[in-house]
């Protein structure tokens, strides 16, 4: 079974930057995704990143967003520097990850079968 460990957030002033990190244990690549979900609204994909470091993001960070990916023996970690953070990026966000990339756009949420706890980014005006 594999587990997905997150780190980061926390608390910003609007303007302000923060990072996040999700690392998994396995042999295996994966890809792996960033969700949001604020509250009283859907969860959304906010990026994902394939086994080569080819990343896409929601039309609402890019250019503020950026994933990244360090694949080490027996472990995969991303990292999502948010950069510009705007009171409408508070969430809680969720690592995700899957074996298989879809690059047809954004990630969706039926794409992916392993998820993460969750943690909380708060961003204040």
């Known amino acids: 079974q594999v587990e997905l460990v997150e780190s980061g957030g926390g608390s910003a002033q609007a303007g302000g930057s923060l990072r996040l990190s999700c690392q998994t244990s396995?042999?295996?690549?994966?890809?792996m995704a960033w969700f949001r979900q604020a509250p009283g609204k859907e969860r959304e994909g906010v990026a994902k990143?394939?086994?080569?470091?080819?990343?896409?993001?929601a039309d609402a960070v890019k250019g503020r967003f950026t994933l990244s990916r360090v694949d080490a023996f027996a472990s995969n970690t991303i990292h999502l520097e948010m950069n510009s953070l705007q009171p409408e990026d508070t969430a809680v966000y969720y690592c995700?990850?899957?074996?298989?990339?879809?690059?047809?756009?954004?990630?969706?949420?039926?794409?992916?079968?392993?998820w993460g706890q969750g943690t909380q980014v708060t961003v204040s005006s």
């Open positions: 995700a990850a899957e074996l298989r990339c879809d690059f047809s756009g954004p990630p969706r949420m039926d794409d992916f079968g392993i």
């Open positions: 396995s042999y295996n690549t994966y890809c």
């Open positions: 990143i394939d086994g080569n470091g080819r990343a896409v993001y």
